[in-house]
């Protein structure tokens, strides 16, 4: 399994836009093939920085899904609203109690 985690800073009065945004695509990236869970996390001090924590079966499903068009026209309109360049890191669990 792949965890991804994907740190989003916006501007501030485009937070909404990425909300919408967001909620009208966020079943159809649960439902991609391969993706098992699906996460939108706030910073809690800071309102324009969002993470997205994903899980994944096979890192080609990442991949897939990073291929797709679904991924493109979600990160295309995503990525106009951004105030600092995006960061994200693909992790796997080693531990878990």
Not at 23 to 44: A, D, M, V, Y
Not at 76 to 94: C, D, I
């Amino acid at each position: 399994m792949i965890i991804r985690i994907v740190k989003m800073t916006f501007h501030s009065e485009r937070v909404e836009d990425f909300l919408n945004n967001f909620h009208r695509n966020k079943k159809s990236i649960r439902n991609f093939e391969g993706c098992t869970h699906l996460e939108l996390l706030q910073e809690k001090n800071k309102d324009n920085v969002f993470f997205t924590y994903s899980y994944w079966e096979e890192e080609e499903n990442l991949e897939n899904y990073r291929h797709s068009a679904l991924f493109k026209e979600v990160w295309a309109y995503t990525k106009t609203l951004f105030s600092e360049k995006p960061q994200a890191w693909s992790v796997e669990r080693k531990v878990e109690l």
